[in-house]
Each structure stands twice: as C-alpha cells, then as structure tokens.
C-alpha cells in the first residue's frame, strides 16, 4: 500500500496479464469516480460467476482511476467473516497508519470522533465514549466525509459475499448516504450462491447506482492473451481450443495458459487433451475453497451432476442427493448462476476443471457412496445396462445379485456394439467378485472372447487359467472353439492336453450330430492347426476325404476344418494347386464374409487361394469383412485382414499396392496393438526383397529385430529375420554370410514341412548367390530341385517363375528356350511382376546373344511394368532398352508414336503443328510429349534435341552388335 492506500503490490504473473474486454466495464467506474469529484457519490456493484475477473477488474482500479483519488481497497475472506468490522479495518487502517497526527485528528473530528475507538486510533481529544454498533455508522459515515474532504475517495470492496455482517452493515448503511459527498464506493460479488444470497449482501447489492454484469471473454481476447504469453506464432488451434475449455472464463483460461507455460511443452491443442491436465490442478485449490464455502445442498448437488454425468437430469439428482425437488432445482440454479454447470434437461459442468475440483473434493468413501447410489437408482429407472455398469466399475465393494446381473449384460451389449475393451473391463470387475471356481472358468473364457479382439496375449493367459476350471469336456471344447485356433499355440501343455481330451470325449459318445457335431468339428480345426494332431499326407488327405469338398464343406464348422487341412495340404504338397483352388472356391462361395473369420481356421484361406493362384473373389471378400471390423471397432481383425490383403495383392504382382497395405498394418498395430506388430512387419518383407530396396529391408529388420523376441521372434525367424539378413549381408557384399543366412531359412522351413515354393522364393536367392560365387553347379541343382517342387505344385507364377529360375543358370540357346516357356506359362498367370521379371531376363538373354527379338520382348516388358506401377522393373527395361538404342542407332525408350512426335518437336514445331501433321489431336499429342519427357529424363523440348543424337559405336564395340 502507498501512503494514500493505494494498492501497488499486484505484481504477479496473473495480475500482470492485460485486461481484455473490460473497457466498458472501466468506463463505467470511471464515470462514477468523476461524478463523486462532483459530489454525487454513488455505488457501482461488480456481480458475476465464478472466475470472470471481478477481482482483476478491481484490482486495475488503482491505476484506471481519475487522477487526486484516493483508493482504498479491501476483501473479504471466507475464513475471516467471523471478525467484525474485519473488512471496515482493512479499508482504512492502511491510510491511518501512514498518516499524521494532525491528520488523523481532522478525520475523526466532529461526529467522527466515536469511528477511532473502533479503528484502534489515539487522538487528541481522548478517547469517545463507547456506544451500541449502530450509533457507530454515523461515525464511520462522518470519517469517510472527512476523508473525502480532503480528496475524492474511492471505496473498493471484493468478495462482498464473504465480508463479516457488521461491515456488511455499515456498507449497506453508507451506501443510502452517498449524496453530496465525494465518494465513489464499488462492490464485487458472486451474483449467486449461498453467500451471496445473505440478506446483508443483497441490501449491499441493492443499494447500487449501476450493476455491470462482466461477460465471458471472446476468442480475439483469448488470441490476445495467448500472444503475450507465448509469442505472436502461437497456432490458431491452440487458441481455439483454449477458448472452448475455459468458456471465455478468464480465471480458467489463464489457468490454462499457466499450467502450458510452466511445463515448457509447446503452446499446442495436443497439451490440452488429457482428462487430468495440469490446468485442472493449478486452478483446484480455489475451487475445493469454494466448494467448502457453499451451503451442503448447493455442494451434494454439484457432486451428484457429476457423479450421474450423461444421466444427471433435475429428477435423477435430486433422488441421488434425497432433496425434493424445489430444493435441488434451486441448488442448480446457484450452480447455474455460477457459471459452473449447465442448467437445460442435462446438467454438465461448463469446465473440465470445475468437475476435476468437484470429484477432487469428494473423499473415496463418499464417492464410492455415490457411485453405488447412482447405480441403482438408474437401474430402478430402467437405464440400460452399460449405463449402470460405469458406476459399478467404480465401486470395489462386493456387489449384489442384480449388480452381477447388470454388469453381465453389459458386457455382452458391449461386444455387440464393437467396444471389446469396455466389455473386457465389465467382466474383470465381475472376477472381482467371484469365488466359485467354475463360474470364474466361465467369466474367463467369455473375457478371452473379448481380449482377442485386442490383447491375444492376454486371451491366451485368460484361456489357460480357465480351462482347467471347467469340470466337464463339453465345457472346455466350448470354451476352446470359441478362441482362435493360434491361441492354443503357446497355452501351457496341460491345457492342450485338457483340449485334446475334450475332443475325444466328444467323438467317443457316438455318433454326432447338430451342435455336438459343429462343436467337434471346430475343436478338431484348433487341434489340427495347434500342430496337436499329424500333418502327414494320409492324415490329411484321408480328412479331407471324410468332407463334403463339392460344397467346401456342410455347415461354418466343415468349412473352417477344410480351411485348415486346405493350408496343410497346401504347404506340404499333398494336393495340386488345381485342386486346392477348386476346393478353395466352393468354400469362399460358401461362407459369408465376416470379421470373425480371424478367430477361426478360415483366416488361412485366404494365403492358401493366394497360393493356388485361385484368389480372384479374396480381396473383395476381405474388403467386406475389413469394413465389417472397422464398424465393429475390432483392432485385431482389421490388423490381420489387412495382412492378407497383403498377400492378395503381391499374388497379383501389386508389390505398391502390398506396400500401402502392410504399412496401413503396421500403423495400426503401432498404436493399438503392439503384439501384432511383427506380424505386420512380416508381411511387408517381400515388398523390401522383390524391388531389392535396402533402406526399407534395414528398417524391417531392425523393427523386427526389436518387437520379435522369446518364442515369438523363433515364429517369425525364417519367414523374415533370416531373409532380410541375408538380402542385406548380399547388398553389402557379403555373399558366402548371405548364403548361409539363406540356406537357414530353406533349412527351417523343409524342417517345418513347409516344402510348397510358393510360399519362399528362398531357392532363387539361393541360386543368384551361388552364381555370384561362381558355383553354377550348386545354382543348377538349386533351381532343378525348385523346378521340380514347382511342377509337382502346378500354379504357373510358381511354375513360371521357377522356369525363369532355371532359364538364367542353362546356357545358350536352351536356356532362352526355358525363358520363352517361363513367359507362355505366365502369361495366362495375370501375375504382372513375376510377367515382367521374366521378360527382362529374356530380353537380356536375347540381348547378349544378338538377337533382334530382344527390342520387342524388353519393349513389351516395359509398358507392362509401366501400366502396372512396377517402377523398379520400369527402370531396368529403360536401361536395357537403352543399350538396344546405342547399338543400332535408334532411340528404343520411346514407342514409334512417341519417337515421330518427339522428332517434330526437336525441330521445333508447336503442338499444334505437330498434331496436323500426325493427323491426331493436340491433346494425344501433349500425353506422347509428357511421357517422352519422363522417358528421357529431360524438362522440356530444349532438352530433346540432344536426347534424340543416335549414339555411333566404333567397329570393335561388342555393343554395336544388331539387337
């Protein structure tokens, strides 16, 4: 305080901030100080909610007001207002005590003179005679007219609301009495609340002149604030939603500027996501003071809006709190008046901060208390079940029978509605409670059935805790076939004995049929794929043969189970690719697609028609399912069909197209589930091995590297660790550590019974590594033995392919022979790389040996390549063709129809003459241009002339031999 009382010490951060949207408000008080200069004193009253700067505002009043006032300032406290005359004191002590002895005796001269026995002031006429409180407002009146004597006075009052009574009453007294004198008195207030509604603030309050009410700040006041804080590039996103959290509230919204500028992250909306910013917590003390100060209805009732949430309508709160309901809508409208809490149907806090400070406030046993009472109040209500379960989840008392029904219930609404983690967290909160043992089996396995959906880890841990719990066979093959056949992989032996024993418990009761049948069939497809029953060729096949193959199988269960011996079949070589796509087809024809199919043996269908070359209805059958995981919310389904959207599109050549998806994949996985992220990166590793890029295959492995560890890198060893080492010990020269590194992989997988080569190209990176070394024996046998595999399999990208294989190691003549059947056999393939990469090892064999027929077949491979996106393969047929160019002098990158119109524009014709020459329109004319440019590599028809030279060879030029 100065000598005057003047305030000058609101040098805090929060004061410091500009005060935005308030010049009417200053105006206004303005207006007031210069007409007590005048000698029309008056009273201005300050209302608003909570939070809207009444403070800041009165605070700035020190250095707003008109000059030769004297200020004097005052508030009151909650915890002070038992002190009469506590706030009269503050206003005027700090002036008594800096002045004088001759002036403190002109203040309380006259009528004066009884206010210094209640300011604790000596003067020289002794001390007055004391008198009831009442006689003591003339007094006070008489002081502050002798005050104002000397200079215009202005009164400053904050928190009228927690002021003590006796100087409420002086207040109230002074206020009727301000005319004539040259004082200009502004009282601050809650416009609502316990508090405020005291009959000695409202005869403050009415008293007043002018009430100005301050409103919510707007966005420019925001944007403003945010600048000074952060700088003049702070992102209009970041205000935007600073803005819509605070509501304009300025307590809240420098609250949260506050919390952003003392964590030192950058001023972004990303800062302001979580549910328990720090914003919330700097901004909790004054609150929870304020909840402490409100009367308990106004307090039981805020806790009630936000206990109910979604459902706290006027009558629902009002049940939870035991009000009637005049009480509780008089409570809401204290809330309301506030600006806390939205009052229209719903009621909802205004502010993230308000319901943090409101629960803040709550102790455990009380909010536990309320949560059960809520609970079941809307469950006598009739609100759904999740409704009710999120209040159950909150209380860790044991819960009654209709608490366990409900949380039941909703669990099964959750996993029909696509939301298998709000399911999986009802049925943990059931287990709580539960002590039978084959109940808890039971809650444990339908817990399982949600967690696949996005924790397989923990589905498989949940599976093999509840299946030795289940007393009898049915039970557990129930309980087994309602999982993914993959989860049986890694249970514990015991468990896979326990499941195996229920299949066989099953079958031995005699004959099966219905849903006994169904069951046993799909325990057997989970036996089958589980590796828990022989794969060998009389197993299988003997299997397959007991089946309805002309359908692809009777019922869901057969079609699962023919899936599966499908895919051992496949693998192994006991059926030809004719067959397994005949069977392949009637099965897909016959099955729906669904999401769910990824739980069952039938998410290998999909690689095995990919496999046979019969996979021409899979990628629209996977899109149906894909859209059905997307709308069903379930992570780990649209992970997996995304993975064998993978293969559909390299069985087709699209290694692009594989790309995008298996990244797709991997982004997901990422972010909502971790354990499927190897898998992903697996799926991805032919788009690294095919175009031969180094970068993606680095990064491949070290994401494997680092995610595939313990028993799940050993699954995934030979499928993608030991290719991509081996791929990059080659590019690093490293060829005899490459070869090993392949020769593994073969090793691992024949060990698995994984013979069919078209799920490995390993035996080509075998051969191209043995020609490298310079053992073309070792490559011939290599790709003999891959011939033959082929052949015995029958698809023709795997036959072609393997012929091409063969082609490269057989010199001469025979060996181009090879090369030209590898291209009949894959021309009907509709397999466009595997096409592609066969073309440029035959036009590169032509090439060497002289043969004309190499243009044609290099050209042909290039529009293949270029149509089909393949631009690594593109690239190599440019150069080839290139090579073709020097040797005969004409430029072979570019078609005839390019070559003419490329000519006319190196002589310099325009587009247009170019076109009535060529007799086409300007527009082909302009497509031929843009591909000549792309060709050529050259920006623009400067660059064309130069392009065009033919280039000469001398006479001793292997090179100038004729194509």
């Known amino acids: 305080m100065t000598t005057d009382g003047r305030d000058v010490s609101s040098t805090g951060r929060r004061e410091a901030m500009r005060l935005c949207e308030r010049d009417g408000e200053i105006a206004a008080i303005r207006a007031a100080v210069r007409a007590a200069h005048d000698g029309h004193g008056s009273l201005t009253a300050v209302v608003g909610p909570l939070g809207i700067g009444r403070t800041a505002l009165l605070r700035s009043l020190a250095d707003q007001t008109v000059a030769d006032t004297r200020v004097v300032l005052a508030s009151g406290a909650l915890l002070e207002r038992e002190f009469a005359h506590g706030v009269t004191r503050q206003l005027f002590e700090p002036a008594l005590w800096s002045a004088d002895p001759e002036c403190r005796s002109r203040w309380f001269a006259g009528a004066a003179a009884p206010a210094a026995l209640l300011l604790d002031v000596d003067v020289d006429a002794g001390p007055p005679e004391p008198g009831p409180p009442a006689t003591l407002w003339p007094a006070l009146r008489a002081f502050v007219a002798n005050l104002a004597a000397e200079r215009p006075l202005l009164v400053v009052v904050d928190d009228l609301q927690w002021v003590d009574t006796e100087s409420l009453r002086w207040l109230g007294y002074l206020s009727r ?50 600048r000074d804080r952060f700088g003049p590039s702070v992102e209009e996103e970041f205000v935007s939603r600073v803005h819509a959290d605070s509501g304009g509230n300025p307590m809240f919204l420098t609250g949260i500027l506050d919390a952003v500028a003392s964590s030192g992250a950058p001023p972004t909306a990303d800062q302001l996501t979580a549910e328990d910013s720090a914003w919330s917590g700097l901004l909790g003390d004054r609150l929870t003071t304020w909840l402490d100060a409100v009367v308990a209805p106004v307090r039981d009732v805020g806790r009630a809006v936000l206990v109910l949430g979604e459902d706290a309508t006027p009558d629902l709160v009002a049940d939870l709190v035991g009000l009637d309901q005049l009480s509780c809508d008089r409570a809401l409208r204290v809330l309301g008046q506030l600006g806390l809490v939205h009052v229209h149907g719903t009621c909802s806090f205004r502010h993230p901060c308000a319901s943090a400070a409101v629960d803040r406030a709550m102790g455990v046993a009380e909010r536990e208390r309320l949560r059960q009472a809520a609970a079941l109040l809307l469950h006598q209500r009739g609100r759904p079940p999740e409704r009710v379960a999120e209040h159950l989840l909150a209380v860790t008392t044991p819960h009654q029978a209709w608490a366990t029904r409900v949380l039941r219930e909703a669990a099964d609404t959750a996993l029909r509605r696509g939301a298998p983690r709000t399911a999986a967290d009802y049925l943990r909160r059931l287990l709580l409670d539960v002590d ?82 169904e069951l046993a069939l799909r325990v057997e497809c989970r036996v089958r794929r589980a590796g ?85 209805d ?46 797709d994949a991997v982004a997901l996985a990422e972010s909502e589930w971790p354990d499927g992220l190897p898998l992903c990166l697996t799926a991805l590793v032919p788009t690294a091995l095919l175009p031969r890029d180094a970068r993606m295959a680095r990064w491949l492995l070290d994401r494997l590297e680092r995610h595939a560890t313990g028993s799940e890198g050993a699954a995934y060893h030979h499928d ?8 990059l010990r080659s590019h690093a020269g490293d060829l005899p550590g490459a070869l090993q590194h392949v020769q593994e992989c073969g090793q691992l997988l024949d060990r698995a019974g994984r013979r069919n080569p078209a799920f490995s190209p ?43 294989l063969l082609g490269t190691v057989t010199d001469g003549r025979k060996g181009i022979e090879l090369l030209r059947e590898s291209r009949r056999v894959l021309a009907g393939s509709g397999n466009h790389l595997e096409l592609g990469r066969t073309l440029a090892e035959l036009g590169r064999a032509l090439l060497r040996a002289g043969d004309p027929a190499a243009e044609p077949v290099l050209r042909e491979g290039h529009d293949l390549t270029a149509d089909h996106g393949i631009d690594w393969l593109t690239d190599r047929f440019r150069s080839d063709l290139a090579a073709c160019s020097r040797a005969s002098g004409v430029n072979l990158v570019l078609t005839r129809a390019e070559l003419r119109v490329a000519a006319l524009a190196a002589e310099g014709r325009t587009n247009k003459e170019i076109a009535d020459t060529l007799t086409v329109s300007v527009r082909a004319v302009e497509k031929h241009l843009t591909r000549v440019y792309r060709k050529l590599a050259v920006d623009g028809r400067a660059g064309l002339a130069a392009a065009l030279v033919p280039v000469s060879t001398g006479p001793g030029d292997p090179s100038g031999q004729a194509c």
């Open 618 to 663: 899979v990628g629209p059958w996977l899109d149906i399912a894909l859209d059905q995981a997307r709308r069903q919310n379930s992570v780990v389904a649209r992970v997996l069909v995304t993975v064998s959207l993978v293969s559909v599109r390299l069985g087709a050549g699209d290694v692009a197209g594989a790309r995008s998806s298996g990244m």
């Open 762 to 804: 390993w035996r080509h990176w075998a051969t191209s590594l043995h020609l490298r070394m310079g053992d073309p024996v070792a490559a011939r046998a290599v790709a003999a033995e891959e011939y033959d595999l082929a052949a015995r399999w029958g698809a023709p990208a795997t036959l072609g392919a393997a012929l091409r």
């Open 177 to 226: 009495r301000l005319a004539g004198v040259p004082v200009a008195v502004v009282a601050a207030a809650w416009d609502a609340g316990g508090w405020s509604e005291r009959p000695d603030v409202q005869d403050v309050l009415a008293a007043a002149t002018r009430t100005l009410r301050p409103r919510p700040l707007g966005l420019d006041a925001t944007r403003t604030l945010a």
């Open 720 to 727: 993608a660790l030991l290719p991509l080492r081996g791929f």
């Open 436 to 517: 039978d043992g084959v109940v808890r089996g039971r809650l444990l396995v339908d817990l399982a059935l949600a967690e696949r959906e996005f924790d397989r880890a923990a589905a498989r841990r949940h599976l093999t805790q509840a299946v030795p719990l289940l007393p009898h066979p049915r039970e557990r093959a129930t309980a087994a076939a309602r999982l993914a056949p993959e989860l049986l992989d890694e249970v514990t032996p015991a468990v896979r004995e326990l499941v195996c024993r229920a299949e066989a418990d099953l079958r031995a009761a005699g004959p099966l049929s219905g849903h006994d049948l």
């Open 532 to 616: 828990l029953a022989p794969d060998t060729e009389d197993s299988v096949l003997g299997r397959l043969l007991d089946l309805d193959l002309a359908s692809g199988g009777r019922g869901p269960a057969e079609r699962e189970l023919v899936s599966v011996l499908l895919h051992q079949a496949t693998v192994g070589l006991l059926l030809t690719a004719d067959a397994v796509g005949r069977i392949g087809r009637s099965v897909l024809a016959g099955e729906p697609a669904a999401a769910a199919h990824v739980h069952t043996g039938l998410v290998l269908l999909p690689p095995t028609l990919v496999a046979a070359e019969a996979a021409e």
